[in-house]
Structures are given as C-alpha cells and as structure tokens.
DNA sequence: TTTAGCACTCACGCAACATGAGTGCTAACA
DNA sequence: TGTTAGCACTCATGTTGCGTGAGTGCTAAA
C-alpha cells in the first residue's frame, strides 16, 4: 500500500495509543498536547484529514474526533510485528513462570491455570485448547477391574495422553487374566496408530485374548473415540467476564450476544482451528469470520508439546485493543507452556 | 407469624405472579383487571396498604406500585414448599431424562450435561458439584509404567471414584514388578479409608513393597489428597449469562460484580457447602450470605449417590425468580441424576 | 365493608436549549 | 510551500422544564 511520512505513521500511532487508553475518539488538539511533535492542532488537523482519506481512521460522525480503523490497527499491528524479533525474557515473564508453576500435576490444570494467567495480564478473555496429537502411537493399554460388572481401560498414546473409559460386561475376566490381556493388547497395538490397526493386528488380538474376544472390538471402539478425530479438542477459557469492563460492551444486549457466541463450541474451533498452523495470528475487526465478533479482534497463537502435537491458544478483545501487549504476553505464554509441558513429560523435577 | 386473611394471600400471590412476569411494580388496577378477584381497584389498594404494613411488598418510591419484599417471596415459597408433596411424573422430567441420558459415559459430563439441562430449562444459572464420599473406602490400586521416568498411579475408590496422578521416580520397576506392586497395595488397602490406614499397614506395606518401598509415602499422599479433604470439590456450572436477560442486571456493573463473585470458588464452597446435609434449601435475597449476591435468590438440592456419597445442585437467579418453576426442575433434576448415577454404577445399560 | 371520586405524587419521555469538543476552511506568516 | 491562527460551523451530550400517565391515599357515599 501507500507509504506514510513518518510523521502521518507518528501521528496514526498517537491516535491508536489513546484510543486504545480511553476509548473515545481523539481530536486533534489532544495529540497536540498529549503527545508534544511540535506542530500545532491545525497542522495535525490537515495530516488527520490525510490519513482519513487513506483509510487508516475514521470520523464517527461529522465533528468528533478520529477512531483508528480496522486498517490503521493493521497497519500499527503489522508494524508491531516486524519488531517482534528482538523480544527477550522480561519481568513480566518471570512472573508467568510463577504463577504457572505453582499447580503443575495435570495438564487440564495448566491449561487452567494458563488461560486464568493470560486473562489477568491482559483483562482480555483466553481460550487455550489442549494439546492435540494427529493420529497418537498407542503405547500401552492396561485393564484394570473396577467391579462386578464394570471393567475400566486405561490408554496411554504417545506425549503420555491419557484417557480412560468404562467398559460394561458381564463377562468380567478374573485377577490374573486381566494382567494377561492387557499385556496383550500392549504387545499388539504398542507403536501403532489409529490409521495402522488393521485387519491382521485385529485378528491377532481376537485369538489371542479368547475366551474375551468381545472385548476388543469395544476397545477399538475405545480408540478410536479417543484418538481418531479432533472433534473433542478440550477447550479453557478465563476472563470471559472482563468484556464487561469495556466501555464497547457496556450496551448488556451486546455482551450478551458476545456470550452467547462464546458458549458455542463449533464457532471456537473455528477459531481456533487454523491457529495450529502458525506462530501467530491476528484478526482485527472484520477480518475474522464470525459474525458476532465483528467489532472484536482475535489473536491467536500455537504452541507445540514434543514433536507432533499442537495446542492454540487465543485472546479476545475489542478491536482497540493493547496490541502490543497482548503479543508480549502470548508470545511469553507460548515460550512457557512449552517449558512446563517438557518438564512434565520429561520428569526433570520431582514433586 | 401473622396469618394472612384468604384475601390478602390471593392479592399478594398475585402481586408475585404479576412482577416475576413482567419484574415492573404491580399496581392495583393492574390487578384487578389481570386477576378477577371480583373486587375494585380501591379495595385492593386498601388490603395492598395492609400488606405493605406487615412488610410482605415493598412501595419503591412514592406514587409506584407495589414490589414483593424478601419476606413476601419466603411466604410464598413456604406454600409451595407446603404443597410440594404431590409432585409427580410431569412432561418436562420426561424431557430431562432425554437429555441426560444422551450422554452418559463420564461422571462429569454427566454433570455438565445437568447443568446445562437446567439452566436451559429455566433460564437462571445452574451450579453443580460432583458426588462426594466422605471419607470413601479404597477397593483397589494400579500403578502402570508409563515411560522411563513416570508412573502412573490409578485409584478406585467405593462408589467407582477414580482418581489418577502421575508418580515421578528415577527407580522404575519391571513390567512384572508392576503387577505384584498392584497387587501388594491393592490387597493391604483395600476396605479401608483415608483414616483406617494406621502404622501397621504402612510397616506392612513398606517391607512388601522392596526395593520400591520409597513409593509407599508417595501413593500415601496421593490418596490423602484425593481422598481427605473436600476441599478439591469439582464445580460445574453453566448459563451465567442468562443473568444478562434480567432487566436487573441491565446495569453492566452489577452484572460484573454478579460475574465476579461466581468465579471465585471459595464462595462457591460457602454457597453449596452446607446445602448437603438438606434436601432443599431457599435463600431469598438477604437471606443468603454473600454479600454480591444479596440481590439474587438461591435454591439448593442435594442428590445422592449410593449410600454415602452426595453432591448438590444449586441455582442462582434474580430474586424474582420463577420458584414454583425452580423448585419443580430442581425435583425433577435430583430424581434423573440419583437415577442416572444408578444406572451409571449398576452397568443395567451397555453402550 | 366496599366502592367511586378526586387530589396529589412522581417516574418517564420529550423538546428546547446551552455547552464544548472538534472540524474544515481561509488567510496570514516564515 | 508548509505551518499556523482565527473563525464559523457541526453535532453529541447534558440540563432544564413541562406534560403525561400510572398509581396512590383519603374521603364520602352506597
């Protein structure tokens, strides 16, 4: 696009950065005074005016002030990001290191924990999913007898992604068969994914665990929930409240539908969906694809945990949004749940 | 207190209707128009006069009509309460049941799905706490290896409670090892709860265990955790945004501070704690102790689960709140879910 | 005891008005 | 030619005053 003057860029950011402060339209004689370039109201006036006819900002009505529009905050943000390089461990990020520490055991609790830290730093609403694996390696499958009637299967895949489930059957095995068939199962289906049981694994199993051959299409069954699509992703959110705090939702009927788009779940994997495909993406305004939240602005980050499995993690604002701090905060989430995720997988640190 | 004349009841009842409704102060035309009580308006002025004296309505400024006060609201769900006892099978039960029963698999989708249900059902918001046991007894133990570093550790308490942490350790057994490990903790456990485990059973566990005799505080502490306090009661809740339905809370502000005093879990516990020991409870307005909150009404149930397991089910509205209807979905609720556990913990369905 | 009638109160909505922040334009200045 | 001062103009916002209507309390008649 059109190059701006390092003044028009100087004055765009001025206007952005009060905005962004007290969500009113800023006039000219603010910048003038606020932000002390030397130039008078008049002459701001004249560069306003400019950069209204770019498109960078607008009048909501005929004598107010200038608001930044979904461009001008593209502009500020893309110039933001070009800077990203140079970002180092900060105060700021050490206090993360903290707050997350603090409760590391399972990792339904970080995710907890992260989205409620992310929410306090930024008074922005968090979405963080859970880590998703495509297609995980089984490593073992442990049966383990619950009751008279109720067997509980125990599936570890890679990364340690534990899920377990309860399987009714009135054919309960006795204490050491159980021993017997989950080293079975283990043997057969370790190192495999989803995608890899086949006929042969299945007719394997089917001898070899006789006379409870019943149970291993329902453990297939089992698997194959678990692991084979991503349609269960596990949602955290934090600081859905904190709209209310903007003066932009202040109208009930309009944080209402914000909520309500926030309780649908379809519309977070959109969101969310695509995240996992790179570092870091914004959406401002109408740049984002559901409708509810034209007047929000999503960013959205992803982390990895080992070497195949994915998480995201989004923020959710008005569009005057502190941009900047929102990528620094994410940008240090990300760097974070990472560390802690290794150390909960790796073990380095005892309990 | 005072007995209220046939009159006055049918007039304050009506006043009740009339502002849950519409939550506007109800005059006396409006009522002898709505509700033919044959009488004028001006009789009814006369008795609304009365009622306002013994406290039961409330005049909010000088020339309005008339509001129900806290006390009027008790009055009136003390009647319901009355005539509680021939509730049967209705219609919306029956719709219940679809709905819970859609998704039984997990004891906490089960009450996700509940709290859903209900605040669904009657538009306030919906808080329910998972079953607990005080103090249950432990039925069995599994440590499964889950990789060079981690072991996971699966207990299954009465009630098929399951708890699962992950035990780090440099000194990881064999597969076999494994095996006996279960079997030696399961044994010398089982049938006992948090309390019974005395010295002696430690010594025992301890010189069967060897060499993995360091793991026997470390599980120990596990099931003191999972089991000991209440403290780590599991919360769900759903529909908190309904509360931006309400013309009360059409002030953003109060709408937050509602927000705010939901998230913490403190309150939470304060709120639902007690209401275990009691079927039913009703706080109306100042009635219930959290200062945030002294505008809403709160109805708790509690539902149990086997012999010894209970958990509860609140709901949080304005305090013009449709209790005839909350207290029949509330019925309604505890019945399915006391069923529903049953089914779960029978096996009488299979999936 | 009930009702009709009437004066009175007070929230609410509306129009008129003043205010002030902010603009665009023009003319003067460096 | 770029910058500034000055001025007229615009328009959201807040305030005031007033009419309206819902609702009450009181009194007197039925």
Redesign the pocket.
């Known amino acids: 696009m059109s190059l701006l003057s390092e ?1 028009k860029m100087k004055i765009l950011q001025a206007i952005i950065n009060d905005y962004i402060a007290t969500a ?7 910048i003038a005074k606020k932000y002390d370039m ?6 701001i ?2 560069e ?2 400019d950069l ?1 006819d770019m498109g960078y900002i607008i ?1 909501p ?6 608001v930044p529009s979904d461009m001008g905050y593209r502009l500020y943000v893309d110039k933001l990001i070009s800077n990203l390089n140079n970002i180092e461990d900060n105060p700021k990020e050490v206090f993360l290191k903290d707050i997350i520490e603090s409760n590391i055991s399972r990792i339904d609790n970080i995710m907890e924990e992260t989205a409620r830290a992310i929410s306090l730093l930024t008074n922005y609403t968090a979405i963080i999913t859970e880590p998703v694996t495509e297609k995980p390696k089984i490593k073992r499958i442990s049966l383990i007898p619950l009751d008279e009637r109720n067997i509980m299967c125990f599936v570890v895949a890679e990364q340690n992604i534990m899920k377990n489930n309860i399987i009714k059957t009135l054919n309960i095995p006795n204490e050491h068969e159980f021993f017997r068939l989950s080293s079975i199962f283990t043997e057969n289906l370790k190192g495999l994914s989803i995608d890899d049981i086949d006929e042969n694994v299945v007719l394997c199993l089917e001898s070899e665990s006789r006379p409870y051959e019943d149970l291993v299409p329902v453990i297939l069954k089992i698997i194959s929930k678990d692991f084979g699509s991503a349609e269960n992703i596990e949602f955290h959110m934090s600081g859905a409240r904190n709209i209310l705090a903007f003066p932009e939702f202040s109208d009930v009927s309009k944080a209402k539908t914000f909520f309500q788009a926030l309780e649908e779940k379809d519309m977070l994997i959109t969101l969310m969906g695509d995240s996992l495909n790179s570092d870091m993406r914004i959406f401002i305004g109408n740049e984002n694809q559901i409708e509810e939240m034209k007047n929000c602005s999503i960013i959205t980050a992803s982390y990895k945990m080992g070497s195949n499995s994915r998480g995201g993690i989004g923020i959710i604002g008005p569009t005057r949004m502190d941009y900047s701090q929102v990528i620094t905060v994410l940008n240090g989430m990300v760097k974070n749940i990472e560390r802690v995720l290794k150390i909960l997988s790796d073990g380095n640190n005892d309990t």
């Open positions: 003044r009113e339209p800023v006039g000219s004689r603010t030397g130039l008078s109201s008049a002459t006036r004249n306003m005016s209204e009048q009505y005929a004598s107010a002030g200038r």
